[in-house]
């Protein structure tokens, strides 16, 4: 039975660790699984050190489910043995399949970050303004850190994947989905997201009315009705933007979609198509006049980057902040 | 080597497209920094559309349609223009001077009011220079 048995893997780079929790999630489903696979390294779980991981032979492990977005040194180190040790790599979770809430860092630059977390938020105490740096030399020994690379990436931006797996974290059923066609030797062709085609707003229960909206308001400030659609009631749910899978579990109690699953098929950048969905329904002054209230157009909306590209900004079609002027980054 | 500006035009079939055709016909000399890409109404402008137009290393982005209530499809140029407006919020966040992102009306009389506006949307590109992704 053992020589039959699937060798797994899964890792964690730039993420919350909640995508780790999401697979013991599968409860009495993961004890079917360890029947028919063996865990070779999970950092989360078990003691698997990198110097096991770098003396298995090229695609030893038949599957590795990677977490986190790629934003050190280390992360792209290790997605990079994974690659190669693996015969099928799955970007699970939206970090490693779009970039995820840690690529809304990608609004600053390397350095802004440093200088924001170790020297300015109200809370640090750093009357030196003392920044990690990768070497540092302490009685005579050197230290070494992971380096902080500019940029937040998905896993795919950095390495070969074969699957994706979305979701803050993944739900369970499309795990479990996963894995029955993992042990199945089922697997779809390559590229294949394990999650719906077309918008949350296709599995969501409420009711739309395709009603003009005046104003963004924030879901604190009103009274949700739990019939019809967030949106007519002038809230910002990502749904139309957003791919389905998830079965709009989030509308459901009254919670906004935030768009974790990442753009629908065919849809390259989630903030632009959740701006065109939101443009066709914005009510502002009278049609067509009053350009100059262009300026006060989403006045409501504090964020819309943070708002728009919440799961998904490494992956968009800007990726981040630019530098305006022509000059190189 | 002088800065040429590189335009992307998205320009409705019904009246932007067919005023840059009367300003051709007419022998209206104009600066030819303006790629035209004509498609059946500005509401058929994605969003998406214009950030690719950026990334791909345009230096400006015109987005002309008909005039308010001469829409063909009725209220596609309204779309366009919350369209625009938004846009133009979101390049401001990303860090892009959002005039490099122009809505104008021009319908398929104005050919004359075409050549100016690329005149005009040229000259302004020039002085603010190359754009976010145009690393050349």
Same mark, same amino acid.
């Given at each position: 039975?053992?020589?039959?048995?699937?060798?797994?893997?899964?890792?964690?780079?730039?993420?919350c *660790?909640?995508?780790?929790?999401?697979?013991?999630?599968?409860?009495?489903?993961?004890?079917?699984?360890?029947?028919?696979?063996e865990?070779?390294?999970?950092? !989360?779980?078990?003691?698997?050190?990198?110097?096991?991981?770098?003396?298995?032979?090229?695609?030893?492990?038949?599957?590795?489910?990677?977490n986190?977005?790629? =934003?050190?040194d280390?992360?792209?180190?290790? !997605?990079?043995?994974? =690659?190669?040790k693996?015969?099928?790599?799955v970007?699970?979770?939206?970090?490693?399949?779009?970039?995820g809430? #840690?690529?809304?860092?990608?609004?600053?630059?390397?350095?802004?970050?440093? +200088?924001?977390?170790?020297?300015?938020?109200?809370?640090?105490?750093?009357?030196?303004?003392?920044?990690?740096?990768?070497?540092?030399?302490?009685?005579?020994?050197?230290l070494?850190?992971?380096?902080?690379?500019e940029?937040? =990436?998905?896993?795919?931006q950095?390495?070969?994947?074969?699957?994706?797996?979305?979701?803050?974290?993944?739900?369970?059923?499309?795990?479990?989905?996963?894995?029955? !066609?993992?042990? +199945?030797?089922?697997?779809? +062709?390559?590229? /294949?997201?394990?999650?719906?085609?077309?918008?949350?707003?296709?599995?969501?229960?409420?009711?739309?009315?395709?009603?003009?909206?005046?104003e963004?308001?924030?879901?604190?400030?009103?009274?949700?009705?739990?019939?019809?659609?967030l949106?007519?009631?002038?809230?910002?749910?990502?749904g139309?933007?957003?791919?389905?899978g998830? *079965?709009?579990?989030?509308?459901?109690?009254?919670?906004?979609?935030?768009?974790?699953?990442g753009?629908?098929?065919?849809?390259?950048?989630?903030?632009?198509?959740?701006?065109?969905?939101? !443009?066709?329904?914005?009510?502002?002054?009278?049609?067509?006049?009053?350009?100059?209230?262009?300026?006060?157009?989403?006045?409501?909306?504090?964020?819309p980057?943070?708002?728009?590209?919440?799961?998904?900004?490494?992956? /968009?079609?800007?990726?981040?902040?630019?530098?305006?002027?022509?000059?190189?980054? | 080597?002088?800065?040429?500006?590189?335009?992307?035009?998205?320009?409705?079939?019904?009246?932007?497209?067919?005023?840059?055709?009367?300003?051709?016909?007419?022998?209206?000399?104009? #600066?030819?920094?303006?790629?035209?890409?004509?498609?059946?109404? /500005?509401?058929?402008?994605?969003?998406?559309?214009?950030?690719?137009?950026?990334?791909?290393?345009?230096?400006?982005?015109?987005?002309?349609?008909c005039?308010?209530?001469?829409?063909?499809?009725?209220s596609?140029?309204?779309?366009?223009?919350? =369209?625009?407006?938004?846009?133009?919020r979101?390049?401001?966040?990303?860090?892009?001077?959002?005039?490099?992102?122009?809505?104008?009306?021009?319908?398929?009389?104005?050919?004359?009011?075409?050549?100016?506006?690329?005149?005009?949307?040229?000259?302004?590109?020039?002085e603010?220079?190359?754009?976010?992704f145009?690393?050349?």
């Open positions: 039975m053992t020589e039959n048995k699937k060798k797994v893997a899964a890792y964690w780079a730039s993420s *660790g909640g995508c780790d929790v999401a697979l013991l999630g599968l409860h009495e489903k993961i004890v079917d699984l360890l029947e028919n696979a865990i070779v390294f999970w950092p !989360a779980a078990t003691d698997f050190k990198y110097d096991d991981l770098k003396g298995y032979p090229d695609d030893e492990i038949d599957i590795t489910f990677f986190g977005g790629i =934003r050190t280390e992360n792209e180190e290790i !997605a990079n043995l994974l =690659r190669k693996s015969k099928t790599l970007a699970y979770g939206s970090c490693a399949a779009q970039g809430i #840690p690529g809304l860092a990608n609004m600053s630059s390397r350095e802004e970050l440093l +200088e924001t977390v170790y020297t300015k938020t109200p809370t640090t105490h750093n009357p030196e303004g003392l920044i990690p740096s990768e070497v540092s030399t302490r009685d005579g020994v050197e070494r850190l992971p380096g902080l690379q940029r937040v =990436r998905s896993l795919e950095a390495v070969d994947v074969d699957f994706f797996i979305p979701g803050c974290p993944p739900p369970p059923n499309l795990t479990q989905k996963f894995l029955g !066609a993992l042990l +199945e030797g089922e697997l779809p +062709e390559k590229g /294949s997201v394990f999650a719906g085609e077309r918008t949350v707003c296709d599995e969501c229960d409420r009711e739309w009315k395709g009603k003009s909206i005046s963004v308001r924030r879901p604190h400030e009103v009274e949700i009705d739990p019939d019809v659609c949106l007519d009631q002038g809230i910002i749910c990502m139309p933007a957003t791919r389905s998830c *079965g709009a579990g989030c509308p459901e109690v009254n919670v906004p979609c935030k768009g974790c699953f753009p629908p098929a065919k849809v390259d950048d989630q903030g632009t198509e959740m701006l065109n969905s939101l !443009a066709s329904i914005l009510q502002v002054g009278e049609e067509g006049k009053g350009l100059e209230e262009e300026r006060n157009i989403l006045s409501g909306l504090r964020d980057i943070g708002s728009f590209y919440t799961y998904s900004l490494p992956s /968009s079609i800007f990726g981040g902040r630019v530098d305006d002027g022509g000059k190189d980054e | 080597m002088e800065f040429e500006p590189e335009l992307v035009g998205f320009l409705c079939k019904w009246c932007s497209s067919a005023g840059a055709d009367l300003a051709g016909v007419s022998r209206r000399q104009y #600066p030819s920094n303006l790629v035209p890409v004509t498609v059946n109404c /500005s509401g058929r402008v994605d969003a998406s559309f214009i950030l690719k137009a950026f990334k791909d290393g345009a230096d400006g982005v015109l987005v002309s349609g005039h308010p209530g001469d829409c063909h499809y009725t596609g140029n309204y779309k366009a223009w919350r =369209r625009v407006a938004m846009v133009k979101a390049l401001e966040e990303f860090g892009v001077n959002p005039s490099r992102l122009r809505l104008e009306w021009v319908s398929a009389t104005e050919g004359d009011k075409f050549a100016s506006v690329v005149e005009e949307f040229t000259g302004e590109i020039r603010l220079g190359p754009g976010p145009n690393h050349d």
